[in-house]
Structures are given as structure tokens and as C-alpha cells.
């Protein structure tokens, strides 16, 4: 055998190892904390570092990242709240008024838990606490600085290829066009636990792999954009009763992964992400491009880096960084 085929077998059987943890995991029975990364209180969430105990299959502790949040309150479950379900023990009493802790049953004290298995050091960077700093990359820059340090990176997207080949993930697709040029699947984020539509959450991932990032757009993509953008506002529709008017659609700048994809929210989820300087609705996107063919080959972006991230530590070492 071969050491690229060899190669290939081991890098097959991790795979399937990697996904049997991930399936038979029941409980963090063995699971060791080594650090908290991040805590949001206004999204109530906490971001943790930690290991799971070695075992017959895993001959090393690997690290792992996990993201613990609250879910949010719903109508379908308030009236099972309110009830005797619930035991509440009194915290503080002043007239009318009265603050209790509230114990809701097991069922509808759920936490929506992220697991990330094995973690690399770039999940660990991203969900990691840090300082940030804004960037304005101009398409020289991105010649110079960004695109050298992507190709550098090789950040793995075999994640991405397992939904568009469907051997992961495929009963969550709720929409597909198979074009190879303009088609793309439409499932959930997983930011949306399905169960509220005001937090209403999909990414729209294109079939074709030769778009990176908006830096790659011009007009030869508008057919993909404009596909993408009425065939996600018809199967939304469809699908969840949610018209165009109660859709925010947008495509990252820098993108979380380099392979095109849009975001489509409710509007009324204040989803992470949306903020200026990171947020580019794709219908500005389409009209920029309509009328400029190379905007973003010419448009200097602006955007945030944290403290951490390799790539702001090339745009520092070109003198780059705003003063």
C-alpha cells in the first residue's frame, strides 16, 4: 500500500470516528473543562474549552469546543411553564410585587448544546474572547496580504462538500437547485433551533466551488445571485409563510468560511453577524454590481479582525493597520 493511500485510509477511519463520538455522545461524563473561551450575557450563552476522557477509540484527549445556550421562551411551551410543572422558590417580596426562582420541568428546561469535535486551533481562536480591530483592504491588499495568507491557511471545507454531496446533513436541506452554475442548497443554520420563526436562521450554499468570498464576485455571478436570492424568497415562503418584506439576506465580509454562501434571516432576529462592517445585503450586492461589473475588485472593504487572527497580523506587518 501506498503512503498517499494509506493517507487516504487513515484520514477516512478518523472520519468515521470522529462522527460515531459525535452520534454516541449521551452525556459530558468524562468531559474536562481546561478553559472558559468566551460568555455572552445578553444572548445568555457561554463558550467552553475542554477534553473528553481517553477511551478504547480515542487513544489521545482531543480537544473540544462547547456552546451552551439558552433557548428563548415560546408559545408553544409558555403554558406548560406556567403551570404546576413549574416549582418556584420566593427570592424577594415587596407589596404586589414578587421575584421567584422558577424549576420548569426536565422537557422544557432544555439547553441548546454545540458540540465541536475534534476543535482545531482556529475554532478555538474564533470563539475565543479578544479585542478587535477594523481593517480597511483596499483590492491591493487583498492581492497582497489576504488572498497569500488564505491560500497559506488551507482551511479545511470538507464540511461544506458533505452537505453538497449529501453525505451529511442532507434530511435538514429544505430547498436545492442542482445547477452546477447558479444552483445551491438552502438548510437551517445552526444558530436556528427550529422553533421560532422571529429567529429564523438558513444559509444558502452554492453548488460551485470556484467562488471564495464577494472579493470574487462580478458580473458574470449575477445569474447565481439573483437565482439565489428568488428561489430562497419562493421556498422560504412556502416552507415557513414568511414573505420577501420579513427577509434579511446578506453575505458576510470576511466570511466565517471561504466558499460563497448567503445568510437569510428573519428580520426581526438581531442575528450575530449583522453589524456594520460585516454585513452586505445581497441585494445591495446584486445592484452594486450592476452597475460598476468589477465594484468589488475596486471597492476598498472595511471590516473587523480580532486580536488573534493571523491574517490582522499580516496586515500589521505591511504598516497596514489604521491609525
Not at 418556584?88 to 441548546?112: A, E, H, R, W
Not at 474564533?126 to 497582497?144: G, H, M, R
Not at 436570492?229 to 419562493?234: L, S, V
Amino acid at each position: 500500500m501506498s503512503s498517499v493511500d494509506a493517507k487516504e485510509q487513515a484520514t477516512k477511519k478518523r472520519k468515521i470516528d470522529e462522527e460515531t463520538t459525535q452520534q454516541e455522545l449521551k452525556s459530558f461524563d468524562g468531559f474536562t473543562i481546561t478553559k472558559i473561551l468566551n460568555e455572552n450575557a445578553s444572548n445568555k450563552s457561554i463558550f467552553v474549552l475542554g477534553k473528553f476522557s481517553k477511551d478504547e477509540k480515542c487513544k489521545e484527549e482531543e480537544n473540544a469546543v462547547v456552546i451552551l445556550e439558552k433557548t428563548p421562551f415560546s408559545e408553544e411551551t409558555v403554558g406548560n411553564l406556567l403551570s404546576s410543572k413549574m416549582e418556584l422558590s420566593l427570592q424577594m417580596q415587596n407589596d404586589i410585587y414578587g421575584m421567584f426562582t422558577g424549576y420548569p420541568d426536565k422537557l422544557l428546561n432544555g439547553v441548546k448544546t454545540t458540540v465541536i469535535y475534534p476543535a482545531t486551533e482556529r475554532h478555538i481562536q474564533k470563539y475565543t474572547a479578544q479585542n478587535v480591530n477594523l481593517i480597511c483592504e483596499s483590492y491591493e491588499d487583498y492581492v497582497n496580504i489576504t488572498l497569500p495568507y488564505l491560500q497559506s491557511q488551507k482551511f479545511s471545507l470538507q464540511w461544506v462538500y458533505n452537505i453538497l454531496n449529501k453525505t451529511s446533513e442532507a434530511d435538514r436541506i429544505i430547498f436545492e437547485d442542482e445547477d452546477e452554475n447558479n444552483g445551491f442548497v438552502l438548510l437551517p443554520d445552526m444558530k436556528w433551533d427550529k422553533k421560532q420563526l422571529e429567529n429564523l436562521y438558513l444559509i444558502a450554499i452554492c453548488h460551485r466551488k470556484d467562488v471564495m468570498s464577494l472579493r470574487d464576485l462580478n458580473e458574470k455571478h449575477l445569474p447565481l445571485l439573483k437565482n439565489i436570492q428568488e428561489k430562497c424568497r419562493i421556498a422560504v415562503k412556502e416552507k415557513f409563510n414568511v414573505g420577501p418584506s420579513q427577509l434579511r439576506m446578506y453575505v458576510h465580509y470576511q466570511p466565517s468560511y471561504y466558499h460563497f454562501h448567503v445568510h437569510v434571516t428573519h428580520l426581526k432576529f438581531e442575528a450575530p453577524g449583522i453589524q456594520v462592517g460585516r454585513a452586505y445585503l445581497l441585494s445591495d450586492v446584486i445592484e452594486n454590481i450592476e452597475m460598476v461589473a468589477n465594484y468589488y475588485q475596486k471597492k476598498s472593504m472595511t471590516f473587523s479582525l480580532r486580536e488573534n487572527d493571523g491574517l490582522l497580523t499580516k496586515f500589521k506587518e505591511a504598516g497596514k493597520l489604521l491609525q
